[in-house]
T-cell receptor, first 113, second 110 residues
Framework: GAGVSQTPSNKVTEKGKYVELRCDPI?????LYWYRQSLGQGPEFLIY????????DSGLPNDRFFAVRPEGSVSTLKIQRTERGDSAVYLC???????????FGNGTRLTVT | QKEVEQDPGPLSVPEGAIVSLNCTYS??????FMWYRQYSRKGPELLMY????GNKEDGRFTAQVDKSSKYISLFIRDSQPSDSATYLC??????????FGSGTRLQVQP
């Protein structure tokens, strides 16, 4: 079946602009996660949704970052006033429930110029 | 000091060799242990998922967890060129916020 889908696959934006990154989880998966991966590093946790609510947003680096999942399926990660340090691959993952392993999408490569 | 340490490599082996990949960790609260494989410009792909100490085997892959030593390993038997990728260990306390190692880049030479 279809895996986790992330759009766009690449995004180039100028410093100070606002960006939205979209994630379509695997159908039926109730848990959704956002991670960020910098070059040469492992993914770092940002936020986790169970259903529509953010169960853990402790990994969001500051208040420029925000994520929503209004209907418990698709999620959008929003970054305001982007900075060059925000450049990374943003990965989304979903799992069937809280006890199941995570399945990742291919990520959105964000470049802030 | 990072919570999870992983040698970045690269690790280069001939086709057919047995590969050993390792991670050490410092947080004794980690309960779940995973290995992911990541090809260039792709997302991590789950290979192995374990909860307790001991061994778990799946085809050519064997995962070992030693909680007393805070050490986990992944063994790949009969390695193939298609196994060339970055291997990430990941750990979870149950909060669902995985902590990853930095990844080991593996190259299997034909």
């Amino acid at each position: 079946g279809a895996g986790v889908s992330q759009t766009p696959s690449n995004k180039v934006t100028e410093k100070g602009k606002y960006v939205e990154l979209r994630c379509d989880p695997i159908s039926g998966h109730t848990a959704l996660y956002w991670y960020r991966q910098s070059l040469g590093q492992g993914p770092e946790f940002l936020i986790y949704f169970q259903g529509t609510g953010a169960a853990d947003d402790s990994g969001l680096p500051n208040d420029r970052f925000f994520a929503v999942r209004p209907e418990g399926s698709v999620s959008t990660l929003k970054i305001q006033r982007t900075e060059r340090g925000d450049s990374a691959v943003y990965l989304c993952a979903s799992s069937l429930n809280e006890d199941s392993p995570l399945h990742f999408g291919n990520g959105t490569r964000l470049t802030v110029t | 000091q990072k919570e999870v340490e992983q040698d970045p490599g690269p690790l280069s082996v001939p086709e057919g060799a047995i590969v050993s990949l390792n991670c050490t960790y410092s947080n004794s609260a980690f309960q779940y242990f995973m290995w992911y494989r990541q090809y260039s410009r792709k997302g991590p792909e789950l290979l192995m998922y374990t909860y307790s100490s001991g061994n778990k085997e799946d085809g050519r892959f064997t995962a070992q967890v030693d909680k007393s030593s805070k050490y986990i390993s992944l063994f790949i038997r009969d390695s193939q060129p298609s196994d060339s990728a970055t291997y990430l260990c990941a750990m979870d306390t149950g909060r669902r916020a995985l902590t990853f190692g930095s990844g080991t880049r593996l190259q299997v030479q034909p």
